[in-house]
Structure formats: structure tokens, C-alpha cells
Nanobody, 128 residues
């Protein structure tokens, strides 16, 4: 059974930074897409970033491109999301998600989440 444990959320002022972590357990192999999506109150879920654990290939939503960085530690089955230059509109619950690459792939790439299994989420609040 896949389990995801997120950590690292918090409250910061605009322009600040946070680092989110997502540790996965129960994965059957390393060829997974892992990523982050977010949901703010009253808004739809929004895919933020994704990484293909097999190659390290990444993809970002345009709203966070250049500000957020997703990275991986395969030895720990952990994915990180570095959030820089945070804006009040980044305020949301951030969820980690994982799915086998061959189940969710779009061509030769991982799509942005949500997909597969999700974690419980970690809150990010950015004040102006």
C-alpha cells in the first residue's frame, strides 16, 4: 500500500521561501511520476510540478515556473518542492501525489497531478 507523508508547510510573508518534503513508502518500483498539486478554498485543484523518478525530468505549471523547484532523492523515495518568491496567491493546501509512469504518462512525459495516490496535504499560507 502506497503511503505519502508531506511536511514543510507553514506561514511566510510574500517574497519568502519554504521547502516541502514528501516521503513515499510502499512503492513497487522507481519508475513513478511524483508531484505536487494545490487547492485553495473555493478553487479547483491545480497541478504545480511533477518529476519522473526514472530520469529526473521535470515539468511545472506556468504560474510557478522560475519560482518553484521540484527535486528528488531516489534513495529515500522522497520528493522536495522548493517554493521561492512566494506570493499571496500561492496560499493553498499542497498535496503530494504519486503514480506509476506507465499508467499516467502523456507521451513520454509525466502529466501534472493530481493522479494516483495522494498524501494528507500541508498548508502553505503567504501573507502580503
Amino acid at each position: 500500500q502506497v503511503q505519502l507523508a508531506e511536511s514543510g508547510g507553514g506561514s511566510v510573508q510574500a517574497g519568502g521561501s519554504l521547502r516541502l518534503s514528501c516521503a513515499a513508502s510502499g512503492l513497487s518500483n522507481s519508475r513513478n511520476c511524483m508531484g505536487w498539486f494545490r487547492q485553495a478554498p473555493g478553487k479547483e485543484r491545480e497541478g504545480v510540478a511533477v518529476i519522473y523518478m526514472g530520469t529526473g525530468s521535470t515539468h511545472y505549471d506556468a504560474s510557478v515556473q522560475g519560482r518553484f523547484v521540484i527535486s528528488q532523492d531516489n534513495a529515500k523515495n522522497t520528493v522536495y518542492l522548493q517554493l521561492n518568491s512566494l506570493k499571496p496567491e500561492d496560499t493553498a493546501m499542497y498535496y503530494c501525489a504519486v503514480a506509476p509512469f506507465f499508467v499516467v504518462r502523456q507521451g513520454n512525459e509525466c502529466p501534472l497531478p493530481p493522479f494516483g495516490d495522494w498524501g494528507q496535504g500541508t498548508q502553505v499560507t503567504v501573507s502580503s
